[in-house]
């Protein structure tokens, strides 16, 4: 056991786990995160508290911000907004087929260091971009880095709400993007529209991989549509499946109604009936 808190450096952002170690930061306090680039502030959005994993592999917190933590991450917020107009309209009088996405920039560690700005964006293609930055760096007086975004990786930077009405999956709590691929769509039988499978990104939403072992595991397991099965109200051919509830839907032979069976109810009476000795009591051997 140990003890964890959850921060986020901006509201509604993806939260970081970390160990207070000898803090006790409450909700809202602003805390010193490290960083490859030095500590950096962010929010306190969960209190520390007990926890039954372990919390060996978590970074462990810096301490609670200063002044001067609080007065250097404003100068940070400034120089970032300022960075961002002069990108927008840098781009413009170049006529790129860029858009901004995010950027980043690093106050100078040490003397002589220079500050550093990133500066995120996304493009339909590859973009010569190098006069961009020569005029970028002459109008910040820093040294300017671009990178290129890809479509989802915008989407997890910006963030946004997903048609399920919460916080991006990306934008919260994904680490890596899994492939997904329209055969999951296929096996969860989904609309194969665009607009209906489709995230925030443009592409296929990541959420389809959730459930998909469970639908693989249903499949592999439960009798296939057009199957003869005998369930507890007797016997019948499947017409449906519904994975969600773990049952098949059954058309039985007596009347031509519809029961909705359990996979093991199922599954059971097939399985005992495959596996009967065919040379038994009241049978013979083909």
Known sequence: MGMLCAVSFNRYGRLYYLDPGEFSPQVGDRVLVPTDDGPEVAECVWA???????TDGFPK????????????????????????????RLIREHGLPMKVVAVDHVLAAAEGAGDRTTVY????????FRSLVRDLGATLHCRVELRQLSARDSARVQGGIGSCGRDL????????????????????????????????CGRLMCCLKYEHPLYTTFTESAPAIGSRVSTPEGDGRVVGHSVPRDAVTVRLDADGSRSMCSRADVCGSRSAYESRDPAGPGGAAR
Do not use: Y
């Not at 520390?48 to 994993?53: D, F, H, L, Y």
């Not at 964006?121 to 010569?128: I, K, L």
């Open 169 to 200: 999956c990306c934008a919260t709590f994904l680490n890596d993007f899994e492939p997904v691929t329209i055969r999951m769509a296929k096996d969860q039988d989904l609309p194969l529209n665009p607009l209906r499978i489709s995230g925030a």
């Open 61 to 88: 917190l810096a301490g609670l911000a200063g002044d001067d933590d609080l007065r250097r991450d404003e100068l940070l917020r400034r120089r970032k907004a300022e960075a961002k107009v002069a990108a927008k």
């Open 121 to 128: 964006f996304t493009a339909p293609h590859r973009v010569d």
């Open 48 to 54: 520390a508290q007990w926890v039954s994993e372990e």
